[in-house]
């Protein structure tokens, strides 16, 4: 064992002669089995960072390990693996083989296909320019768990992401478009006249995030995922639309025009009938997608939490950004009870012989960063699951091991596609010859050599497909459907095949065949109405469940149908029948979605469920604004809260305020849910005047208990009411009231902007608990001699105290003269105003500021300022104390590193900030690469004040933005005078031109050095 210092996990360090460094360490000693999840919990308490990025410093010792790392050889990276008892791996295939393998999938005769692809030069570049994509098949024809033959299908296809095999031919993702090549005389050669763009206008922004993991879902559907950073906008070519080839650019049209638009989520694709839909929204980087036993589908994912149970019509928890729906107000986080460091790909849940029965129903994936396959437990949990970590299977020891995706074989085997490569993040391509497979199986398999299990399934009768279905191995049942689907698109179902299902489906003792069987019937198009409309009442769950599903599948069901589901959400005892209804709330007609939500709500054992009031929410929202009046008398009735309070929340935003207050002035059990709900959406709302009705209503509310009593207050100081300012102005007065009362109090003053508090603020700024909301609450006023206080009282305020003053006076033009004259005099340091406030101020002040400031409009960084900050860094020794000072004020307010600073750039804890190219490169060029998500947008109000940020969220009635120096601002959209949304990063450049050589390097020092 040994022992190094800290440093060496963020980057190369050295000692220079006659310098000292100390360095702390704790052991954690383990006996027995090591736990991967445990560490992380040790390092978490460790560190004390305990988000969702506290162990962003062991990610970059993985990218530091790879680039370091030795090569090896397919075989020697198998001996240096650490596998889990009583399993093996070996080397499948490998280069020269194949190299760069991005997607790989199975055929109906055990072969797997490898999309190769050539093109992928770095994430941030690259489409057709080097060539050589193809998609080959490689064979086992001895099987011996080595591919020994290689078949090219096809080249000279720019950018093949992801593929799935079917319908005798390859549906191929290949950015802007998803094809399909058929091989329809089964001859191993794509039929190249023949190719089909059934969709297009996918994005490849991000080359990580483009389409990927296609995957046959149950319902024959081919679904796959799309990651958050790359916007789509996915629809049918124009005629027969365009195939891309080498040397050909990548369209620049692709977000115009009509289309389904997708930036994140999950989505599936009917093969037969052309429909293309979003499954759901959200997520960061999605890459693998799987299907347990019972039809529940789930995925993996990076950056953010890494397991998500997906429900169709639900909207996931997202890396950065907005949801396209404003009135979502929460979003349905992950089901995992642990973490892993970030990247993980492939989701595999094993449904298969060869392992023992403890590994069946686990969730397989990769981790990248961990250089593994690592599994976990899915546990039931009210309508969803939770998942715990299982095993860390295999631990490839690898630095360069880079597997993303994974596949479950005909044998029971697991199989690993491992990209290989020094860089694992992608950003460059370092081996560009390299691409392995590596099969896991247990020492001694318990795979059932059942007849046909390593034949061509097409070569089997519909009646042998059929039996498939009770198949030990679920890959079988899998691909038995897939073909029975494509020969119904010629002919009907064997009615001898057609029986055998029936049967199955109605006897058989095992819940899961039945519904193999009846996924094989619906995907033939051998079910019928009154076959599903009595499945609505069987005895399984997921049976009812899946019933509803396909009832809905193609639009509305008939009233015989909806009347049932109706009286099913009202009794059925099944939380996962219940989410069912729950996600068809957004696919029946409008009758049928007030009902079912109004039976869904009435269920208070699912008020803490993980899915299932979001779930109701997502189908009732849009049924608020039609009508009011019912929508909140359901909400009123509720028996979840947070139907109550959304609802009030949506009502609210649909100007309903009157019929609002008449729900609350019944005073229903839930009347705080609704007034928390109402209180939400009047954040920001200062246009809004008091219904007729809400005198009498808070009249009502006063005599109540204290939380409504309360809560009325502050709505009705937001109201702008003489009673409750009253009510405000005595708590704000009162010194001995509890602070956070006082300042509630002040903030509800500041949003009407009373004069009240603009004549107390010169007291109030002589409270220290109180005094970072008075300086705040200044930037509500358009009065001099506020400013002019501020400035005086500036040099005697602590630091974050300043920070914000700073950002009070670049809020209007009147404050913006008096700290642009500070700056002229000298008066005000430059060094205290931050890069982004300069370039703020420009726009309040106008072009006058400039000849005080210097240039501040972008420009391109030279080489020489490259250099010479690459000197500053290598002649200085920094200060990393003060490094973490300049942070908080130079970079702290917006961008968050090990749980502190803001929110509104991207987290720096798990970035590539050892290298001082990438350091500089981001600091100097903010705008060279932007995300969508993080672009600003300056607004001016009519009353004269600007705000410049990120917009988080959007409705018809208020804007919500993340302004530097402030919390979350919603701004009422009436009271906006200009809205300007540019291309440009909030982040400005000249963020280090204030500072001396050495600021720089004690900056510079400690964003590369700083750790836990």
């Given at each position: ?91 499948w295939a490998a280069e020269p083989m194949m190299t760069q393998p ?28 080097i060539g050589g994509s193809r998609i080959i098949i490689l064979e ?873």
């Amino acid at each position: 064992m040994g022992v190094g210092p800290a440093t060496a996990r963020d980057t190369s360090w050295t000692i220079q002669k006659g310098e000292t460094e100390i360095f702390k360490h704790q052991l954690v000693v383990y006996t027995g089995e090591f736990s991967d999840t445990r560490l992380n919990d040790e390092w978490a308490k460790y560190t004390g960072n305990t988000s969702i990025y506290n162990t962003a410093e062991l990610w970059k010792l993985a990218q530091l390990e790879a680039l370091d790392a030795r090569f090896l050889t397919p075989q020697e990276a198998v001996d240096v693996m650490a596998v889990k008892p009583g399993n093996r791996v070996n080397v499948w295939a490998a280069e020269p083989m194949m190299t760069q393998p991005m997607a790989f999938c199975w055929d109906d005769r055990g072969r797997l296909w490898i999309a190769e692809n050539k093109d992928y030069e770095s994430r941030g570049h690259g489409f057709s320019n080097i060539g050589g994509s193809r998609i080959i098949i490689l064979e086992d024809t001895d099987h011996d768990g080595v591919a020994d033959k290689r078949t090219v299908f096809m080249e000279d296809i720019a950018f093949p992401a992801a593929m799935a095999v079917g319908f005798d031919g390859v549906f191929i993702g290949a950015p802007p478009n998803l094809i399909f090549v058929p091989d329809r005389n089964h001859d191993d050669k794509a039929d190249v006249n023949d190719i089909e763009v059934r969709l297009t206008g996918w994005g490849i922004r991000d080359r990580h995030e483009t389409l990927n993991s296609f995957h046959w879902g149950p319902d024959g559907w081919l679904y796959g995922c799309q990651g958050f950073a790359t916007p789509s906008k996915v629809r049918k070519p124009k005629g027969k639309g365009k195939l891309y080839k080498h040397k050909d650019p990548f369209p620049e049209d692709i977000l115009e025009g009509e289309g389904v638009d997708i930036n994140g989520g999950v989505w599936r694709y009917h093969p037969v009938k052309d429909k293309f839909e979003v499954v759901a929204h959200g997520f960061s980087n999605p890459w693998g997608i799987d299907y347990d036993a019972k039809g529940q589908m789930f995925i993996t994912a990076c950056v953010i939490p890494h397991l998500w149970h997906i429900i169709p019509g639900g909207i996931y928890q997202r890396q950065g950004g907005q949801h396209f729906n404003p009135y979502v107000y929460d979003d349905i986080k992950t089901i995992t009870d642990h973490s892993h460091r970030s990247a993980h790909g492939g989701a595999r849940i094993y449904q298969s012989d060869a392992f023992p029965a403890s590994e069946r129903g686990r969730i397989f994936m990769c981790n990248i960063h961990e250089h593994a396959v690592l599994s976990d437990i899915l546990k039931r949990q009210g309508s969803g699951f939770v998942g715990s970590h299982g095993d860390d299977f295999v631990m490839a020891n690898n630095g360069q091991w880079v597997g993303f995706s994974m596949e479950v074989g005909p044998d029971g085997g697991l199989y690993a596609l491992d990209w290989h490569d020094a860089d694992i993040c992608g950003q460059t391509v370092r081996n560009s010859e390299t691409g392995r497979v590596f099969r896991i199986m247990p020492e001694k398999s318990e795979a059932m050599d059942f007849p046909g299990r390593y034949d061509d399934l097409n070569k089997l009768s519909d009646k042998q497909l059929a039996d498939l279905q009770t198949s030990t191995s679920d890959w079988h049942a899998r691909r038995a459907r897939v073909i029975l689907q494509g020969r119904c698109v010629k002919n009907t179902l064997n009615p001898e095949a057609k029986g055998r299902l029936m049967d199955l489906f109605e006897s058989s003792p095992d819940s899961d065949y039945r519904l193999r069987a009846l996924w094989a019937l619906h995907v033939t198009k051998s079910t019928e109405t009154r076959m599903l409309k009595k499945a609505l009442s069987d005895r399984d769950e997921y049976v009812r469940a899946w019933a509803i599903q396909l009832l809905c599948e193609d639009g509305e069901p008939s009233g015989d149908i909806t009347s049932l589901m109706v009286r099913m959400a009202e009794k059925d005892k099944s939380p996962v029948v219940r989410l069912y209804l729950a996600s068809a709330i957004q696919r029946v007609d409008g009758e049928t979605g007030w009902r079912l939500a109004e039976a869904l709500s009435h269920h208070g054992e699912d008020e803490n469920d993980h899915n299932l009031p979001k779930m109701i929410w997502f189908g009732f929202e849009k049924l608020v604004k039609e009508n009011p009046k019912r929508a909140l008398e359901i909400a009123s009735e509720s028996k979840l809260s947070l139907i109550s309070r959304f609802t009030a929340r949506r009502a609210v935003d649909a100007d309903a305020l009157a019929e609002l207050a008449d729900a609350i002035a019944n005073q229903p059990a839930n009347v705080d849910d609704l007034l928390q709900g109402m209180l939400a959406g009047m954040e920001g709302r200062i246009d809004l005047e008091p219904p007729s009705n809400w005198e009498k209503t808070m009249n009502k509310l006063q005599r109540g208990k204290a939380s409504t009593a309360n809560l009325a207050q502050e709505i009705g100081a937001l109201f702008g009411d003489a009673a409750s300012t009253q009510r405000s102005l005595g708590v704000l007065n009162d010194k001995k009231a509890d602070p956070a009362q006082r300042i509630k109090a002040m903030q509800a003053l500041a949003a009407q902007q009373r004069k009240e508090l603009e004549q107390m603020i010169p007291q109030l700024l002589e409270e220290p608990a109180l005094r970072l909301e008075v300086i705040r609450s200044i930037a509500a006023y358009n009065d001099k001699g506020l400013g002019e206080l501020l400035l005086k009282k500036y040099p005697s305020l602590n630091e974050e105290e300043k920070q914000q003053a700073i950002h009070t006076l670049s809020s209007r033009p009147v404050y913006g003269w008096l700290l642009a004259d500070a700056l002229k005099n000298k008066t005000m340091p430059r060094s205290q105003v931050p890069a982004n406030v300069a370039r703020q101020l420009r726009r309040v002040v106008g072009s006058g500021f400039v000849e005080i400031w210097g240039p501040i409009d972008d420009q391109p960084a030279d080489k020489k300022e490259y250099a010479h900050y690459k000197k500053v860094v290598a002649e200085h020794k920094p200060d990393l104390s003060n490094g973490e000072k300049l942070f908080a004020s130079v970079c702290g307010t917006c961008h968050k590193m090990f749980d502190k600073g803001g929110n509104i750039g991207p987290n720096l804890t798990g970035s590539n900030r050892s290298d001082i190219d990438y350091l500089l490169f981001n600091i100097l060029s903010p705008g060279a690469e932007i995300q969508d998500a993080y672009k600003m947008i300056i607004i001016t109000t009519r009353d004269g004040r600007t705000y410049s940020g990120n917009l988080i969220a959007e409705n018809e009635r208020q804007i919500t933005m993340r302004v530097v120096g402030q919390n979350d601002v919603v701004l009422n959209k009436s009271t906006i005078q200009s809205r300007e949304a540019t291309e440009t990063s909030l982040m400005p450049q000249g963020l280090l031109s204030n500072l001396s050589d050495k600021e720089v390097a004690d900056l510079l020092g400690y964003l590369m050095k700083a750790g836990k």
